[in-house]
């Protein structure tokens, strides 16, 4: 039993922030990377960030120099600080993880439920 829970989605005006959490729980023995993505009304889910068990990032062009991606290893959690946000930005905002589980190891990819960010005056 694996979950990732999203938290931290809501209302904002334009050039505001929000800062979005995920946090891993269940039968987890090691997360491989973790990231987020995003999906707006009519369109592809698309990659926002993600990183690496190196802790590399790599960030979508839109918002690679208005967003901060992190990750606590120890709990499990990533963090995805969103700055002067743009109503283009509203979507909802999934986390994703490749989670490792034994006791014979296997990767498998997870997903959360979302949190729905909405950028609007």
């Known amino acids: 039993q694996v979950q990732l829970v999203e938290s931290g989605g809501g209302l904002v005006q334009p050039g505001g922030s929000l800062r979005l959490s995920c946090v891993a729980s269940g039968s987890i023995f090691a997360i491989n990377g973790m990231g987020w993505y995003r999906q707006a009304p009519g369109k592809e889910r698309e990659l926002v960030a993600r990183?690496?068990?190196?802790?590399?990032?790599d960030y979508s062009d839109s918002v690679k120099d208005r967003f901060t991606l992190s990750r606590d290893i120890a709990k499990n959690t990533v963090y995805l600080q969103m700055n002067s946000l743009k109503p283009e930005d509203t979507a909802i905002y999934y986390c994703n993880a490749g989670i490792i589980r034994c006791r014979i190891c296997i990767e498998g990819d997870y997903w959360g439920q979302g949190t729905q960010v909405t950028v609007s005056p």
């Open positions: 990183i690496s068990s190196r802790s590399i990032t």
